[in-house]
Nanobody, 127 residues
Framework: QVQVVESGGRSVQAGGSLRLSCAAS????????MAWFRQAPGTEREGVAS??????????ADSVKGRFTISRDNALGKNTVYLEMNNLKPEDAAMYYC??????????????????WGQGTQVTVSA
């Protein structure tokens, strides 16, 4: 089993910045894919960004390119991923979830590919 815990969500004004963190523990594989998804009330869960543990390759949704940056810390078996969010817009407000595949990233941001999920951290953006 893998445990996933997100943190960092809070209320921020439009134009502001925020950094989310996700820590994974348990039966993690060295090669894995960690990603952020988000879901606002009444909408489907949307892939935001992913990062591969081996290649370091990243993938972003068009809606966040140039504003969000995903990064990870693999030092000493630490599996932590961050999402730096800049120039936040009201439409970025959502519950943000961290998700994991115990293999390389598969080239897309499809929720059905991801095996483990956290409980989410809420981001609120006021205009």
């Amino acid at each position: 089993q893998v445990q996933v815990v997100e943190s960092g969500g809070r209320s921020v004004q439009a134009g502001g910045s925020l950094r989310l963190s996700c820590a994974a523990s348990g039966d993690m594989y060295a090669r894995n894919c960690m990603a952020w998804f988000r879901q606002a009330p009444g909408t489907e869960r949307e892939g935001v960004a992913s990062i591969d543990s081996g290649s370091g390759n990243t993938l972003y949704a068009d809606s966040v390119k140039g504003r969000f940056t995903i990064s990870r810390d693999n030092a000493l078996g630490k599996n932590t991923v961050y999402l730096e969010m800049n120039n936040l817009k009201p439409e970025d407000a959502a519950m943000y979830y961290c998700a994991i595949i115990l293999s390389r990233c598969r080239g897309g941001l499809w929720a059905t590919d991801f095996q483990y999920w956290g409980q989410g951290t809420q981001v609120t953006v006021s205009a």
